[in-house]
Nanobody, 125 residues
Framework: NLALAESGGGSVQPGGSLRLACVVS??????????MAWFRQTPGNQRVRVAR????????LYDDSVKGRFTITRDRATNTVYLQMNNLKPEDSAVYYC????????????????WGQGTLVTVAS
């Protein structure tokens, strides 16, 4: 089974940056052709995917709310997926979750079955 562990959350002022990390155990992201994604959730709301990365070619996809500010990357050597978050805004405050699931032939699934425990990001003055 997969195990995901996030780190890197915290408090930051608007305009600041944070980098979240997600370490994937059991063979790394490519062993099972895993799509990796970052979701976020605020109280009373559903989890929303903010970014995902496709295993075969590293293709990335972002939610419109974070385009140009967030970057998802992967390090195959350390089995880690990162979310670099720049120019953070108060509305980015949420619990951020790393997620993984097997890739489809040419895309990532809409649903993910493997999740990390979440890490809290707070953006406030």
């Amino acid at each position: 089974n997969l195990a995901l562990a996030e780190s890197g959350g915290g408090s930051v002022q608007p305009g600041g940056s944070l980098r979240l990390a997600c370490v994937v155990s059991t063979g790394g992201p490519d062993r099972y052709r895993l799509c990796m994604a970052w979701f976020r959730q605020t109280p009373g709301n559903q989890r929303v995917r903010v970014a995902r990365i496709f295993p075969d070619n590293g293709d990335t996809l972002y939610d419109d709310s974070v385009k140009g500010r967030f970057t998802i990357t992967r390090d195959r050597a350390t089995n880690t997926v990162y979310l670099q978050m720049n120019n953070l805004k108060p509305e980015d405050s949420a619990v951020y979750y790393c997620a993984a699931d097997r890739a489809l032939i040419e895309n990532c699934p809409e649903q993910y079955n493997h999740w990390g425990q979440g890490t809290l990001v707070t953006v406030a003055s």
